[in-house]
C-alpha cells in the first residue's frame, strides 16, 4: 500500500525461543507517520526494559492527495472526529466513511500480518492495532481481516468505530473471498483493548462510548478491556502504558 516500508523496532532481547518471539502491528494516526507516535510508544517500552521479546512492525500511510496528509482513508468532515464540534455543522455526523480507503487499509493490514506469520511468528503472538485513525482501521480489521481469527489481540487507542452499520455486510462479503489458507471456524479475536481519554478534543469520549457498544455486538464484552482514563487528552499516558504492558503480559507473555 506504501511507497515507505514499514519501521521495524526488532526485540530488545531477540534471543526468546522461535515459539516465544511476538509481534505488534501498530498504525499510526492522521498526518502522523510510523517514527511519530508509534515509534515513541515502541521506544517507552524499550528504555524500561519492558516487553523485550516485542518486535514492532510500524507501517506507514500513503500520503492521500486530497486530505493533503499521510492517511489510512479519507477522513471525513466530522467535527466529533478530526476536529471540535462547530456549531451549524452538526449534519456532518452523518458523511459516510470512506469505505473504500478503509477496506483497502485493512487489506494492507492482512498483507502485514501474513508476512510476520510467513516469517515464523505464531499468529497467536501477533498482536494488531493503532491510535487515532490507526485505531479505526484497526478495529474494522478486527471484525473483518482475513486473518482476524488467528491473531491474540487488539490493541485500540483513542479512535472511533467507523462503518458500523457494514461490519455484518462487510464480513459476508470479505468471508466469500477468503483463501483456505485463511479460513478458520468463526471465532474472532481473542482478546481486545480498546482505551480513550475524557479530554480528548479530536475524538470525543462520547464516539468511544459509541464504539465500545458498537464492538459488544460482535465482541464477548469479556474479552473487551476498556479504560476511559481522566484528563487524558488525544496522546498517551503513563496509565495507559501501564495499562498496556498488562495487556501485553496477559496475552503475550514471555
Same mark, same amino acid.
Given at each position: 500500500?506504501?511507497?515507505?516500508?514499514?519501521?521495524?523496532?526488532?526485540?530488545?532481547?531477540?534471543?526468546?525461543?522461535?515459539?516465544?518471539?511476538?509481534?505488534?502491528?501498530?498504525?499510526?494516526?492522521?498526518?502522523?507517520?510510523?517514527?511519530?507516535?508509534?515509534?515513541?510508544?515502541?521506544?517507552?517500552?524499550?528504555?524500561?526494559?519492558?516487553?523485550?521479546?516485542?518486535?514492532?512492525?510500524?507501517?506507514?500511510?500513503?500520503?492521500?492527495?486530497?486530505?493533503?496528509?499521510?492517511?489510512?482513508?479519507?477522513?471525513?468532515?466530522?467535527?466529533?472526529?478530526?476536529?471540535?464540534?462547530?456549531?451549524?455543522?452538526?449534519?456532518?455526523?452523518?458523511?459516510?466513511?470512506?469505505?473504500?480507503?478503509?477496506?483497502?487499509?485493512?487489506?494492507?493490514?492482512?498483507?502485514?500480518?501474513? =508476512?510476520?506469520?510467513?516469517?515464523?511468528?505464531?499468529?497467536?503472538?501477533?498482536?494488531?492495532?493503532?491510535?487515532?485513525?490507526?485505531?479505526?482501521?484497526?478495529?474494522?480489521?478486527?471484525?473483518?481481516?482475513?486473518?482476524?481469527?488467528?491473531?491474540?489481540?487488539?490493541?485500540?487507542?483513542?479512535?472511533?468505530?467507523?462503518?458500523?452499520?457494514?461490519? =455484518?455486510?462487510?464480513?459476508?462479503?470479505?468471508?466469500?473471498?477468503?483463501?483456505?489458507?485463511?479460513?478458520?471456524?468463526?471465532?474472532?479475536?481473542?482478546?481486545?483493548?480498546?482505551?480513550?481519554?475524557?479530554?480528548?478534543?479530536?475524538?470525543?469520549?462520547?464516539?468511544?462510548?459509541?464504539?465500545?457498544?458498537?464492538?459488544?455486538?460482535?465482541?464477548?464484552?469479556?474479552?473487551?478491556?476498556?479504560?476511559?482514563? =481522566?484528563?487524558?487528552?488525544?496522546?498517551?499516558?503513563?496509565? =495507559?502504558?501501564?495499562?498496556?504492558?498488562?495487556?501485553?503480559?496477559?496475552?503475550?507473555?514471555?
Amino acid at each position: 500500500m506504501s511507497s515507505k516500508p514499514p519501521y521495524i523496532l526488532p526485540p530488545a532481547a531477540p534471543s526468546v525461543a522461535p515459539d516465544r518471539a511476538a509481534t505488534i502491528i501498530f498504525l499510526h494516526g492522521y498526518g502522523d507517520d510510523a517514527e511519530g507516535l508509534p515509534l515513541g510508544l515502541a521506544q517507552q517500552f524499550h528504555f524500561y526494559n519492558k516487553m523485550q521479546w516485542l518486535k514492532w512492525v510500524l507501517p506507514n500511510a500513503e500520503h492521500n492527495h486530497d486530505a493533503m496528509e499521510r492517511a489510512w482513508y479519507m477522513p471525513k468532515a466530522l467535527p466529533n472526529a478530526m476536529k471540535p464540534r462547530v456549531p451549524g455543522h452538526e449534519d456532518d455526523e452523518d458523511a459516510s466513511d470512506d469505505e473504500a480507503g478503509i477496506i483497502k487499509s485493512v487489506d494492507y493490514v492482512d498483507k502485514l500480518v501474513e =508476512e510476520e506469520i510467513g516469517r515464523g511468528t505464531p499468529p497467536e503472538r501477533i498482536l494488531v492495532g493503532g491510535f487515532s485513525q490507526g485505531c479505526a482501521v484497526s478495529l474494522t480489521w478486527g471484525l473483518t481481516g482475513r486473518f482476524r481469527h488467528k491473531v491474540g489481540g487488539m490493541v485500540c487507542l483513542s479512535g472511533y468505530f467507523p462503518l458500523s452499520d457494514r461490519i =455484518e455486510s462487510l464480513r459476508k462479503e470479505r468471508s466469500a473471498e477468503t483463501s483456505d489458507e485463511a479460513a478458520v471456524p468463526e471465532k474472532g479475536v481473542k482478546k481486545w483493548f480498546y482505551v480513550h481519554g475524557t479530554r480528548d478534543m479530536l475524538v470525543p469520549s462520547r464516539l468511544y462510548s459509541q464504539g465500545v457498544e458498537e464492538l459488544s455486538k460482535w465482541v464477548d464484552k469479556a474479552d473487551i478491556e476498556e479504560h476511559l482514563y =481522566e484528563g487524558m487528552g488525544h496522546s498517551t499516558s503513563a496509565a =495507559e502504558l501501564r495499562d498496556l504492558l498488562g495487556f501485553f503480559e496477559k496475552v503475550i507473555p514471555q
